[in-house]
């Protein structure tokens, strides 16, 4: 079993629409809970941190978080043709080791 | 604010040669870790380098190894250099448990 898995896509959603983007983790003692958006050549870029249950907002992206049934989880609200990447869940234990997916790629569609 | 800096951008090398990437932290942040990330694959997680010691190691032989500077600037070395070890390097850089936060990374390509 993979420690973080997440579909790998192609996700495509049409402009406007919102995105639906999944994680499950492994390893129940981990702490943090990240969001990395990345596209095609770069590196990744941090969109969204998420430390307890529950959900946070930022702007238009939502994570939400379940640790009992070790989930994780991205909205993105209004997707625009800029949001397409990839983008890697990633978990984090003790001292910050971070272990990502594989990530998803989504495909917003004008 | 300078964020996370790397260098070299690409590199070519061929089998059995040695590497030697390089890693300038943002600003304020005293923790550096580093990780392969292969084409179509998640970024794996090599090391970590805190207080100028290693603190952390993922699944990587002894080939990979490190270094970190009092300065909190960091290298990473790569021996007897294989096919697969092409890949992106990515640096991320983080302080108190914070969020990382990535370089651009170094293009590494095996001949």
């Known amino acids: 079993q993979k420690e973080v898995e997440q579909n790998s896509g192609p996700l495509s959603v049409p402009e406007g629409a919102i995105a639906s983007l999944n994680c499950t983790y492994s390893?129940?003692?981990?702490?943090?809970f990240f969001w990395y958006r990345q596209y095609s050549g770069k590196s990744p870029e941090l969109i969204m941190s998420?430390?307890?249950?529950g959900d946070k907002e930022d702007g238009r992206f939502t994570a939400q978080l379940n640790k009992a049934s070790q989930y994780v989880s991205l909205l993105i609200r209004d997707s625009q043709p800029s949001d397409s990447a990839t983008y890697l869940c990633?978990?984090?234990?003790?001292?910050?080791?971070?272990?990502f997916g594989t990530g998803t790629k989504l495909q917003v569609i004008p | 604010d300078a964020g996370v800096t790397q260098s070299p951008t690409h590199l070519i090398k061929t089998r059995g040669q040695q590497v030697t990437l390089r890693c300038s932290p943002k600003?304020?942040?005293?923790?550096v870790s580093w990780y392969q990330q292969a084409l179509g694959q998640g970024p794996q997680f090599i090391f970590q380098?805190?207080?100028?010691?290693?603190?952390q190691r993922g699944n990587f032989p002894d080939r990979f190894s490190g270094h970190q500077f009092p300065n909190y600037s960091s290298e990473l070395n790569v021996n007897a250099l294989l096919l697969g070890d092409s890949a992106l390097y990515l640096c991320?850089?983080?302080?108190?448990?914070?969020?990382?936060?990535f370089g651009d990374g170094t293009r590494l390509s095996i001949l």
């Open positions: 380098y805190y207080e100028e010691e290693e603190r």
């Open positions: 998420i430390y307890s249950n």
């Open positions: 990633a978990v984090a234990g003790g001292y910050q080791k971070v272990t």
């Open positions: 600003s304020g942040h005293d923790t």
């Open positions: 991320a850089s983080s302080f108190d448990n914070q969020p990382q936060h």
């Open positions: 390893d129940r003692v981990s702490q943090s």
